[in-house]
């Protein structure tokens, strides 16, 4: 028997060593006497050891895998990636709609949602795709996951109130409580925690908000209303790892979009990317790139600097959404 490995080494005592940036390999076997027979497996491997502690506020990270939405047979379902691009795999495999994914921060497990069990519920799962667990179980929709820094809660968007609320559970799916109670005249939704774990970000009635953890202390840092289109807003917010900045949405009239970067009190807005159908960012853990969804492309996600220089297309489909990146700290 011999072996090779697409990316990472192995000796001839058969002792593998993983590339050096982490992300999946693929391992390949294959007979002395007959070589075409052959069998092959992808593993995921890490840039630096897993955490067994929960994990502090840290910058900056080392960018691990990419997890996002892609369209099989009509239904969505969740995928990995290396940051190039390169080596997809199905993980979610559920052949039901499954979305918007969201990394723990040690980078081991995925957050997600799925309408398996006949409404959008928040699940968890291992970044292998293993040991898929329903967290949420509630007649409304349950969307948006997003943990907490030292991983030991998950922030999400509810109706089960009746409104748009942001809920927090502990991440077994514990103990949720609604931290907004915004009534009927307000609709808090997606929410996005600091790196700090002091505040969440999130969309107060398609304008950018910040609140403490507890959902105290609201301040809202956006206004998109121009008098050529009062419709205008922002949504989609997501904190640079340093927590200095904001990356978010911006809906320009119709079919006019834009990534728009500001500092974290709402200062500084600069456009970052403006292209029609331009949404969904998510920085990178180095904080050096942010991915988008670029819908109507031909490839469906797009990395840049946190600036807008250096737009590049990912290989994929245009199906591709709802990105976010795995974060591997050392």
């Known amino acids: 028997m011999t072996w090779s490995a697409a990316r990472g080494t192995i000796d001839p005592g058969g002792f593998y060593t993983a590339p050096a940036s982490g992300g999946l390999d693929t391992v390949t076997a294959a007979s002395v006497v007959n070589p075409d027979r052959k069998a092959t497996a992808t593993i995921t491997v890490g840039a630096c050891p897993a955490l067994n502690a929960p994990r502090t506020f840290a910058f900056p990270g080392t960018n691990g895998l990419i997890a996002f939405a892609r369209a099989v047979n009509g239904k ?56 898929q667990t329903r967290l ?55 929410p996005a925690w600091s790196p700090d774990g002091t505040k969440i970000a999130f969309t107060r009635n398609v304008h950018i908000a910040v609140m403490n953890a507890n959902g105290s202390g609201v301040v809202e840092l956006t206004d998109g209303d121009t008098p050529q289109d009062p419709d205008d807003g922002e949504s989609q917010p997501d904190w640079s790892p340093d927590g200095q900045k904001i990356a978010f949405f911006h809906q320009v009239g119709f079919a006019d979009d834009e990534i728009v970067v500001m500092g974290a009190g709402g200062g500084g807005q600069a456009v970052v990317s403006h292209s029609v159908f331009d949404s969904s960012p998510a920085w990178s853990p180095d904080g050096l790139k942010i991915l988008i969804r670029r819908a109507g492309s031909g490839t469906g996600l797009t990395v840049m600097g946190p600036d807008g220089s250096g737009q590049t297309p990912l290989p994929g489909t245009p199906e591709d959404f709802s990105p976010d990146w795995q974060p591997l700290q050392c």
């Open 76 to 131: 969505s379902q969740i995928h990995v990636m290396n940051e190039d691009g390169s080596g997809v795999v199905n993980v979610s495999n559920n052949g039901v709609v499954d979305h918007n994914p969201a990394w723990s921060p040690d980078g081991t497990r995925i957050a997600f949602v799925s309408q398996r069990d006949g409404n959008n519920e928040i699940y968890v799962m291992n970044a292998d795709g293993s040991a």
């Open 136 to 190: 949420t179980d509630n007649a409304a929709n349950d969307i948006w996951p997003a943990w907490s820094p030292d991983g030991q809660k998950i922030a999400f968007e509810s109706l089960r109130s009746g409104d748009n609320d942001i809920w927090v559970m502990n991440a077994d799916g514990s103990s949720p409580v609604n931290i907004t109670n915004s009534g009927n005249s307000v609709a808090s939704q997606q």
